[in-house]
């Protein structure tokens, strides 16, 4: 069965404490990965894709990067406006969810001025 | 550009009741989605529909459940006979194909049934 586990389920930063977000995936193929953030009632926003292990982006104070297993969201010296809950999401090769993503529950990160 | 825009954005039923919820994806992509988002969970796929292709329903919790497509522009989600459990927030995203191509969503309708 396809699955995406997030950890950890919540992370407190100081305002420039730099940390990893982790997701964990079991796919049948994977076509893509995706990171998005999602501020509070509000729809997720899109982040990165990444499609192959190895690959690596990178957006302001964001780094995501993907191994065969697992894709990391690493935040360096972030800021109160970083704060939101972040989703990691897969797509699949083969199989029956082809089309949609499949997610993860997020990482709710609060950064403290 | 415009991007995806849902309507209403909050929905307050009573349970058994009929609620229709609007997507209006963005313009020029042929791939459309639903998920649901329930409290504490992750967002949990519902339907895709895919140029005039026949839709992939195989999210679809119970036949309560229907969506439908007008060509490639607006979609609504209609949830009959509406429970308790189906309060959530529903989320739509278009995608220029469905695929590897990147999927935006809307700012999802909040469904809360009483």
């Known amino acids: 069965e396809d699955q995406v586990t997030q950890s950890p389920e919540a992370l407190r930063l100081q305002e420039g404490e730099s940390s990893s977000l982790n997701c964990s995936y079991t796919?049948?193929?994977?076509?893509?990965l995706f990171w998005y953030r999602q501020d509070p009632g509000k729809g997720p926003e899109f982040l990165f894709t990444?499609?192959?292990a190895g690959e690596e982006k990178e957006k302001e104070r964001l780094k995501a990067t993907l191994t065969k297993k697992e894709s990391f969201l690493h935040i360096t010296a972030p800021k109160p406006e970083d704060s939101a809950t972040y989703l990691c999401?897969?797509?699949?090769?083969?199989?029956?969810?082809?089309?949609?993503?499949?997610f993860g529950k997020g990482t709710k990160l609060s950064v403290k001025p | 550009g415009a991007g995806v825009s849902q309507s209403p954005s909050n929905k307050v039923t009573e349970k058994g009741k009929d609620v229709e919820l609007r997507c209006d994806p963005i313009s020029g992509h042929t791939a459309l989605y639903w998920y649901r988002q329930r409290l504490g969970q992750g967002l949990e796929f519902l339907i895709y529909?895919?140029?005039?292709?026949?839709?992939?329903k195989s999210g679809l919790p119970s036949d309560r459940f229907s969506a439908e497509r007008t060509g490639e522009s607006v979609s609504t989600l209609t949830i009959q006979r509406t429970q308790q459990e189906d309060s959530a927030v529903y989320l739509c995203?278009?995608?220029?194909?469905?695929?590897?191509?990147?999927?935006?969503f809307g700012p999802g309708t909040r469904l809360t049934v009483l």
């Open positions: 999401a897969v797509q699949a090769k083969y199989g029956g969810s082809q089309g949609n993503l499949i």
């Open positions: 529909f895919q140029g005039n292709s026949a839709p992939d």
């Open positions: 990444l499609y192959s």
């Open positions: 995203a278009s995608s220029l194909v469905a695929g590897t191509d990147t999927q935006y």
């Open positions: 796919v049948s193929g994977l076509r893509g």
